[in-house]
């Protein structure tokens, strides 16, 4: 995927120096970006260069910079205003840097060409977890997974429950979530990765997009947007393997099972647990899933705690009883195999801390 150019250019150099960093750490696999703590330095690269998205202080703002060569300018403004860039979209300053950054993704998103993509076919792999048995610990082993897969892959976990307590479990806070996500992709207009990048966050070793807040938002979704919306990510990311954690209400959902090349079933021992599983079976051979049936695999999950938020609570899972059932799932399943050159060495996450 070729990296977009990001320009920061504010008179203050620090500053600049530092936003750089950021973005550097956080959105390296989708911009290179650089830093510039003048306007004349910044005409200058321009001359031969083509900048995907420049952000600019309202000093070093000029007709001159409006002439570049630039998709979009976006004012970093110090809350002051400036009628002559007026036109251009603003965003404040002094803010934490993941806000600015995300409030500066969603400018370009919304302007920025288009992603090609060929439709409905998922190029990377997706991994399903599901159960219609409740506390079996699904999300529990979909985070572990997550976690573990996503130290010598990039990984995007999506929660697709209802109710899924994700804020009280990771540490999520405010912002944006899947259904900003899911209203923008329905625009069929900007650049749907650029987007993502606005609304994903990181912890451990994987990005996950925050749950959608209300359940309404999910169950209006039919399987075929859930179906169209994952291709497209997969066509404009570079994510190899994306971490479904479904829930009972998505519309169709043995439909997003069948797209996935391994769907885990947490299980429970009891009698009751057992007739549910059974007439989910059932279920799925009267409609017609007999393939989605072929690619379930019953799990039996040890005993856990979960333990800490965020990062903390990643490397608990993947370093306790439900880390080691985990890891050995995932040698015994071939899918899974690291090429030799990538078994060593954790990735770094593209979305905000």
């Avoid at 990643?314 to 015994?332: D, M, P, V, Y």
């Avoid at 195999?337 to 996450?349: L, Q, W």
Wanted: hydrophobic share 35%; charged share 30%; net charge negative.
């Amino acid at each position: 995927m070729t990296k977009k150019l990001f320009a920061v250019c504010d008179l203050d150099g620090s500053y600049a120096e530092r936003l750089t960093d950021y973005l550097n750490e956080t959105q390296s696999r989708m911009f290179e970006v650089r830093a510039f703590s003048s306007a004349e330095s910044l005409l200058s690269y321009g001359e031969g260069h083509h900048i995907s998205l420049l952000l600019i202080s309202t000093a070093a703002m000029s007709d001159a910079v409006r002439g570049l060569d630039a998709e979009r300018i976006v004012i970093l403004s110090e809350g002051e205003q400036v009628r002559e860039w007026e036109q251009e979209k603003h965003v404040y300053k002094y803010q934490s840097s993941d806000q600015l950054v995300a409030e500066v993704l969603d400018c370009y998103a919304s302007g920025a060409p288009g992603e090609p993509r060929e439709k409905n076919r998922i190029t990377c792999a997706l991994a399903g977890v599901y159960s219609p048995v409740g506390r079996a610990g699904k999300t529990s082993f979909a985070l572990t997974l997550s976690e573990i897969l996503g130290r010598s892959r990039r990984v995007l976990y999506i929660n697709l429950e209802d109710h899924s307590g994700f804020e009280t479990i990771i540490g999520s806070g405010s912002g944006q979530d899947l259904s900003d996500l899911i209203y923008f992709a329905r625009q069929k207009e900007g650049d749907l990765g650029v987007r993502l990048q606005s609304v994903v966050r990181s912890a451990g070793s994987i990005d996950y997009i925050p749950p959608a807040f209300s359940p309404s938002d999910l169950r209006d979704v039919p399987a075929e947007e859930w179906l169209e919306l994952l291709a497209r990510l997969c066509a404009c990311t570079d994510y190899e393997v994306m971490v479904l954690d479904v829930g009972d209400r998505i519309d169709e959902f043995p439909l997003l099972l069948r797209e996935c090349r391994r769907v885990y079933m947490p299980v429970l021992n009891d009698r009751a647990s057992a007739a549910k599983i059974r007439q989910f079976e059932k279920n799925l051979e009267a409609l017609d899933y007999g393939d989605v049936l072929a690619k379930l695999q019953k799990i039996r999950l040890p005993r856990t705690q979960i333990q800490g938020s965020g990062g903390r609570l990643l490397e608990n899972l993947a370093s306790g009883r439900l880390g080691e059932f985990t890891k050995g799932l995932i040698r015994e399943d071939k899918e899974w195999e690291v090429p030799d050159d990538r078994k060593t060495g954790a990735r770094r996450t593209a979305g905000s801390a």
